[in-house]
């Protein structure tokens, strides 16, 4: 079992930037995927970005040069620095951990004001 807490959300002027943490509650070493995907007012939910234990990224395209997603396997946290941020990146954030079974956060909310 593994517990998703994130932090981080908020308002922000487009342009702005934000930095989104997401603590798990047994060690990230056990933990091979940790991402971030993001559900949008009308739409359905969307990779972000995701991060393996090795350090791997893979990022949507939609995202790619103006975000960048991190963990610390000892603080058991993964981050997602959004800078650049646009009104289109208005949604609710969810923590993802991928360990066979796929665990997700309660969401925390962006939104980006043009």
């Known amino acids: 079992q593994v517990q998703l807490v994130e932090s981080g959300g908020g308002l922000v002027q487009a342009g702005g930037s934000l930095r989104l943490s997401c603590a798990a509650s047994r060690t990230a070493f056990t933990i091979n995927v940790m991402g971030w995907y993001r559900r949008a007012p009308g739409k359905q939910r969307e990779l972000v970005a995701v991060i393996t234990s090795g350090g791997t990224t893979n990022y949507a395209d939609s995202v790619k040069g103006r975000f960048t997603i991190s963990r610390d396997n000892a603080k058991n946290t993964v981050y997602l620095q959004m800078n650049s941020l646009k009104p289109e990146d208005t949604a609710v954030y969810y923590c993802?951990?991928?360990?066979?079974?796929?665990?997700w956060g309660q969401g925390t909310q962006v939104t980006v004001s043009s």
């Open positions: 993802n951990a991928q360990t066979g079974i796929n665990y």
